[in-house]
């Protein structure tokens, strides 16, 4: 299982250049899913997401689909995710992502289909695939309502928790202080990450891509 769990999606050379090494051929030669779930209910702005999206573009795809696991019915959206090289969960409220793998059937297909396809994440798209959600503190950290907050289990892929947006401006609470401070109310390991930097996760193995900060916390 390929996972590149990111704060910000494609937003170095050092990030875009560990993908390209996991998918094994060039950009020109590998379709992507773009899944912009998590963030149908957030507020605001969404320029953060066009910025996501025109990364992805500038990495050179061949394809990029654009794919609402909410929007859409299992048979139209399957098809076009087995079609895809690459599986790109964009960020929001990580609570409604997981409402959303459970109701349309995609937490139990993903296993299957991370055998032979790369799957990055941003933001709430990365947190998803660790043991934990913990909409408590994220509700904390990040100032943002919790669609589901009933959902509190993550996918589990990779063995820690993530805190992304470190050093953000948007996100004042994210930063070292902080996390040294909720690192002294639980055991749990846990890594925090600006936007600059990747978790990459190759059958269990985790290595850390950055040109930015980045910590971890409870070893």
């Known amino acids: ?115 032979t396809k790369i799957y990055i994440g941003i933001s709430a798209g990365s947190i998803i695939m660790c043991k934990g959600l913990d909409s408590d503190i994220v509700n904390e950290l990040y100032n943002e309502p919790v669609a589901h907050p009933e959902e509190n289990e993550g996918m589990g892929f990779v063995n820690i928790l993530l805190r992304p947006h470190l050093n953000n401006p948007d996100f004042p609470n994210i930063n070292l202080k902080h996390a040294e401070e909720l690192s002294k109310k639980s055991p749990e390991t846990f890594y925090v990450i600006d936007d600059n930097t990747a978790i990459k996760v190759v059958d269990g193995k985790i290595e ?12």
């Open 1 to 115: 299982m390929k996972l590149l769990l990111t704060s910000a999606g494609l937003s170095n050379q050092s990030i875009s250049d560990a993908l390209l090494e996991m998918i094994g051929k060039p950009f020109s030669e590998t379709t992507l899913a773009f899944i912009p779930t998590a963030a149908n209910v957030m507020e605001g702005n969404k320029d953060w997401m066009i910025d996501d999206l025109v990364n992805c573009r500038k990495a050179g795809f061949k394809s990029i689909d654009i794919v609402d696991i909410s929007a859409l019915e299992k048979e139209v959206w399957l098809p076009r995710f087995e079609a895809a090289d690459v599986l790109l969960f964009e960020g929001g409220d990580t609570s409604y992502l997981m409402y959303w793998f459970k109701k349309s059937g995609l937490k139990e297909l993903l296993p299957e289909m991370l055998k």
């Open 208 to 219: 850390i891509i950055s040109e930015g900060v980045w910590k971890k916390f409870n070893q």
